[in-house]
C-alpha cells in the first residue's frame, strides 16, 4: 500500500515549456487535490476532483489544467510555464469529501527559470 | 472572509517537555473543521489531529491534544512529552465544508535534546 505517490519528485522548466505532474493514490478514493506551496505561506488548492472524469477549479487555478481519466491517477498541467510557477506541488487524496483526512504524496519541487 | 493565523513562525521544546502551539481563525460559518497537519523534513504532510467544530469535546490523539475555543476562534495543539521525531512544520488549517481550505503560514517547532 503506496498511499499517495507523485512524479516526478524534482524538474527544473525554462518558461514557455510544458509538463505534467502525476498523482498516484491506492486507496480508492473518490477525492483528489492538487496544492502549492511557496515560502512563507500556508498550502493554496489549486484544482480538485470529486470523482472520476471531474474537475473543479481551486483557489488559484491561473495556468494549470488537470485531468482525472482514472479513478486513481490526477494529472496536473502546465501548459506555458512561468517563473511564477516555481514552487512545490503537493496532491492529496481523501476518501469522503473535503471534511475527511487528507493523504498528501511526498511533493514535487518544480522550478521555472 | 476566512483567515487563518499562526502567530509563532518558529518554536523550541526540550525533549520530553510539552509545548503548545497556536492558531487562531476568523470566520462567519457556525461549522466547520479545523486540522493540524505534521510536515517533517521529508515534506509530506501527516495528519495530526481534526476537530469538529460543533463538538464541544476537545480532540486528542495520543501525545496531541487541542485546546479548542469556539468563542475565542482559537485552535491550539499542545504536544506533550516531546520526542526528536516531532520536529517538523505543523500547519494549522480549515475548511467549512466547501472545496476552500485555508492553512496557516506554519509554525516550525525544534525539539532540542
Known amino acids: 500500500n503506496a498511499g499517495v505517490t507523485q512524479t516526478p519528485k524534482f524538474r527544473v522548466l525554462k518558461t514557455g515549456q510544458s509538463m505534467t505532474l502525476l498523482c498516484a493514490q491506492d486507496?480508492?478514493?473518490?477525492?483528489m487535490y492538487w496544492y502549492r506551496q511557496d515560502p512563507g505561506m500556508g498550502l493554496r488548492l489549486i484544482h480538485y476532483s470529486v470523482g472520476e472524469g471531474t474537475t473543479a477549479k481551486g483557489e488559484v487555478p491561473d495556468g494549470y489544467n488537470v485531468s482525472r481519466l482514472k479513478k486513481q491517477n490526477f494529472l496536473l498541467g502546465l501548459e506555458s510555464a512561468a517563473p511564477s510557477q516555481t514552487s512545490v506541488y503537493f496532491c492529496?487524496?481523501?476518501?469522503?469529501?473535503?471534511?475527511?483526512?487528507?493523504?498528501f504524496g511526498p511533493g514535487t519541487r518544480l522550478t521555472v527559470l | 472572509a476566512q483567515t487563518v493565523t499562526q502567530s509563532q513562525p518558529e518554536m523550541s521544546v526540550q525533549e520530553a517537555e510539552t509545548v503548545t502551539l497556536s492558531c487562531t481563525y476568523d470566520?462567519?460559518?457556525?461549522?466547520?473543521?479545523l486540522f493540524w497537519y505534521k510536515q517533517p523534513p521529508s515534506r509530506q504532510m501527516i495528519l495530526v489531529i481534526r476537530q469538529e467544530a460543533y463538538k464541544q469535546q476537545n480532540a486528542t490523539e495520543n501525545r496531541f491534544s487541542v485546546n479548542f475555543q469556539k468563542a475565542a476562534k482559537s485552535f491550539s495543539l499542545k504536544i506533550s512529552d516531546s520526542q526528536l521525531g516531532d520536529a517538523a512544520m505543523y500547519f494549522c488549517?480549515?475548511?467549512?465544508?466547501?472545496?476552500?481550505?485555508?492553512f496557516g503560514t506554519g509554525t516550525r517547532l525544534k525539539v532540542l535534546a
Open positions: 488549517a480549515y475548511t467549512s465544508g466547501t472545496y476552500k481550505y485555508i
Open positions: 486507496m480508492n478514493h473518490e477525492y
Open positions: 470566520t462567519s460559518e457556525s461549522d466547520y473543521y
Open positions: 492529496a487524496s481523501s476518501a469522503l469529501g473535503p471534511t475527511d483526512t487528507q493523504y
